[in-house]
Structures are given as C-alpha cells and as structure tokens.
C-alpha cells in the first residue's frame, strides 16, 4: 500500500510517501513559506534534488502541489492520486481523548479542534492539512497519529500538577507529554534490537533534537515524560526555556515591560541554548563557538548537558532501575561529545561506555561495552514510519470491519 504521510505545521509541510510493503520512501520533500511565498523541495531516491518556488498562499495549494509533484510525468511515484491508498496526519494534541492512533472522522476532527486551547500554536495547522487533504483525496481513509497518545499510560502522579485540582477537572491542566510517537517508535526497536519483549525491558529515551524531551518506558508503557501541558516544558531546548521557576515569566514580563504573550514569546524562542549562549541554537554552531573560547556558548552545552543527566537521573529512581538508555533524534544521533558527558554521569549505575562505538552518526548501535550493566544505545527515530505502520493497521482494521458489516447485511 502507497501512504502519504503529512507533518504540517503553522508555514511548512513535511510529506513522504512510503510503500508500506516494502517500507521503502518512495519520495519526500518540504514545502515552506506557507503564506508567505512558497518553496517546494522534492526528493527520489536516484535523481538530484529538486527545489522550486511556487506560490502557496494557504495549505491547500501546498498540498495540491505535491499531488501533482507525485505524479509528474519524468520525476513522480504515482500517476493517479488514488494510487495513495491511505495518508497518515501527524497531530500533535490529542488532550486525554486519545491514547492511540485513530481514522479521522468529522467527528474526530472536531474532538480533535476541542483540544486546540491546549496546543494554539501547533493543533490549528495540524487540522488545516487534514482539511486540505480531505478537500484534494475526499474518498482516501485518513488517519491521525497523536504525539500525545504514547504518554496516556502515565500514572496521575506523573502528570498532575501541584496547582488546584479543579484546574485539572475543568481545562483538564495536567503533564501530557509529547513526541510520544519517537518514544514509541525508539522503545520498541530498542527491545528488537537485544531480543528482548518491551515488557521485560526499562528504558530512558532520550530524543534530543531542536525540540528535547525525555521519557521513562517501563514495560513497554510511559510511566513519565519530561514534556509538560505543551512542548516547553522539561529539558532546556534550542530555543525553549524548558523548565523554570513560573515567576521568571511574571519578572522578565514586568523587568523588559512585556505582555504575558510576548513574555512567552521570549520563552519559546528565544531561551534555551540560544539564549543562554547568544550564538545559535543549533549544536553544531555551539560547540564550534565553544572550541574557540565562547564561554556562553560552553555554558549553554554544559546546562544542556545537566539538565538531561537531572532528568534521565530522575527517571531511574522513577523506574527503581534502568535497562537501556537510548538516544535519538539529531543531538542523540549525531552528537558523540553530549552523548559522552550525559553518560559519564552514569557510572555509579555501572554504564561503560564504548568510545569507539559511540563514535557513531545516525545509525543503530549499542555504544556501551559489553560489560557495561545498563546498555547505551543509539536508535535512529523514523516517526514518518511510525505514522505509515500506524496508518496501514488502522486502515486494513477498517476495511475488515466494512467486510464483516457487508456479510452480517
Ligand atoms: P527537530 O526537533 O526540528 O526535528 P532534529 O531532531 O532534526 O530537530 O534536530 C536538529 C538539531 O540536531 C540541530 O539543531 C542540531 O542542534 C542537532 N544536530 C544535527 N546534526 C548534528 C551533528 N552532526 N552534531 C551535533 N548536533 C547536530
């Protein structure tokens, strides 16, 4: 089966389509500058890049784009759009309505618009790719795969907050967590990888990339995430603030005379590594600025660095023990230097570290020696390929269900 899967967010749109036989990506690309002008980037495996500009005023138009990009004569994978037999949405707030992954109904969708107070920045731009892909494919099945879902096994001690508990019964304020569908996606090949059942397993995920958070699985369930009521919670990030004291926001507010939105604002964008080192808040300009004496940017890595050992250190009590700690996502894959000081914190719980294997970039591999008795680990994340898998369960289940209807008729 062909899916399109579809990231959107507020001015971009990520798409692959993959052949879930073979669970090979037949073509990806981004589009960008939603609403601004319009990028679209197209790749296939065996030809160059292809990058054009065109204009794309709402999300519609970029979802008509990489239709009709698909199925282009020379450079295309499909030549009618219902080769796609099913497309599978990324949604980032599922509130408490949803722990797993779900075919889109209207009224699906509305549950879903209901959740848009907890996420306004990310939910309402979710949705309108739905849309627009309803609007372009009215009879392919969509499905929704929730970054939330994954983290619903947390227990209420985990996820209430000391704040009235009336918040929680009325605007359900609670932790919920997310990039719950890398979590997943990172825990379940951990356990294939050593031969293992999740079950048997506990694990601390660590999924480090622009955006950060970290989670305790415990036979196979998410027993606690560093991500709270939105992503800026938990770890310091490239440009969130991560966990603070709530009053920094009312001081900066009433220091710089902000609004609470533009104080917030600061919080969201501005914070984290970029903040702290006023270099960039991507790890690879920080560590060349810290090589060269920037002591701001070797501050923002080394609170980088402590914040994670807080945190993976905090899930081992959680847990009453670890298994496996992994790393993923673009810091986790790439980064052997952060890798090796999160770890080095590690060797009371007997964690050895293999230098050789941790000299690794983006690929699967255990980097802890063979004596070490908590394993580390490198896992690569492939959420678009957890979306495509979840995508063809729900899809296939459906299409069961109809038949079994259509006998009982
Ligand atoms: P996103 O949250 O946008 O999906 P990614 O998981 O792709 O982010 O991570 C992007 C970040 O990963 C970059 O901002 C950079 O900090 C970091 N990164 C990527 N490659 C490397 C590398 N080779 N070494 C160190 N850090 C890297």
Redesign the pocket.
Known sequence: MKVLVINCGSSSLKYQVIDSDTENVLAKGLCERIGIDGVLTYQKPGIDKIKFEAPMPKHRQAVELVLKQLMDPEVGVIKSIDEIQAVGHRMVHGGEKFACSTLLTDEVLQTVESCNDLAPLHNPPTLVGVNACKELMPTTPMVGVFDTAFHQTMPAEAYIYGVPYEYYEKYTLRRFGFHGTSHRFVSQRVAEILGKKPEDLKIIVCHL???SSITAVDHGKSVDTSMGLTPLGGVIM?TRCGDIDPTVVEYVAQKEDLSLEEAMAVMNKKSGVLGISGVS????DL?EAAANGNERADLALKTFVHTVVKTVGSYVAVMNGVDVIVFT???GE??TA?RASVLEHFGYLGVTLDPVANDV?GKERIISTKDSKVTAMVVPTNEELAICRDTVEIVTKKVVEEAVKEVLK
């Open positions: 990339g622009n955006g490239g808040s991507d790890f690879r560590e996502a673009g810091i790439n980064d952060i970039h």
